[in-house]
């Protein structure tokens, strides 16, 4: 049996793909939602990141994927939200955007 995404394929995989140094808490391949848990760096122990992908389209196409990153950093033995670098969901954005064009020409070069 073949499942058939609600999103973009290689929107899908490559953000799994991108993402794959999260531990996740869900991944909905018809509602092309990803959520995952805090994550720590080793070399920041004192800040955490989650992260959610929104795939919202079918196609391959840079507004159909939307990463929101949340940070927190550590303060007095509590977590406080803090603001995240503007730059860290773009930067996953096209990390995810190169993936799924790699998939997709890996793919197209197996049909040929």
Do not use: C
């Not at 991944?27 to 795939?55: C, H, M, Q």
């Not at 730059?87 to 096209?94: I, P, R, V």
């Amino acid at each position: 049996i073949r499942m058939t995404l609600g999103v973009n394929s290689y929107l899908w995989h490559a953000s799994l793909d991108t993402l794959s140094f999260l531990p996740l808490v869900s991944a909905d391949p018809f509602g092309g939602v990803i959520i995952s848990e805090w994550y720590v760096s080793p070399t920041s122990p004192n800040e955490r990141l989650k992260v959610t992908v929104y795939i919202m389209d079918r196609a391959l196409r840079a507004d159909a994927l939307k990463v929101v990153v949340f940070r927190q950093t550590a303060s007095n033995g509590a977590w406080q939200d803090a603001q995240p670098s503007p730059d860290t969901a773009h930067k996953l954005e096209d990390a995810i955007l190169t993936r799924a064009r790699e998939l997709r020409l890996a793919t197209l070069g197996q049909t040929g």
